[in-house]
């Protein structure tokens, strides 16, 4: 059984591969933090800005685009700044643990790939692995967050091949 279920809303997402890319970085993820791969979903949608904005609306209150946001399928994060999160136990193979909702949207991932001059899968690969930390209780809302997050981020696609994206 596949870790992430992908919804395709934008068909640019099919032509390049999201499907496939999410599967392997959310592997990467929770291989990173010592989770198994099997027990666990994660439902991803590949959309557009226009599609994007509206949740971003509804959700945070910006009526913009952003390029991923996240819905964890409950709280995780830690008591204390740095800390680590509550990390969720495997379900089984007929019901695995539901971690959350991904949304990710084409028009602004190719914009940032192309403004920082970085393939588009290098960049959407770490958005993926950005969400998924997401989901598992890992923010970057205060300093200490961010250095843990952004340390694993680094350490998770490093392990994939990829440079570091900061």
Known sequence: ????????????????????LAERAGRATLAGLGLPVEGF??????????????????????PMPTNVLSWPSEERAADTPGGMPDLPAPGDADDPESLGDIAIAWDTCAAEAAAAAKPMEDHVTHLVVHGV???????????ADAAQMEALEVRILASMGLSDPY
Do not use: Y
Request: charged share 30%.
């Open 1 to 20: 059984m596949d870790l992430v279920e992908t919804v395709i809303e934008d068909a640019r997402w099919e032509a390049f591969g999201l499907p496939d």
């Open 41 to 62: 979903q994660i439902s991803l949608m590949g959309c557009d800005d226009a599609r994007i904005a509206g949740l971003n609306a509804d959700f945070r209150g910006k």
């Open 133 to 143: 930390l997401h989901l598992l209780g890992f923010d970057h809302i205060d300093d």
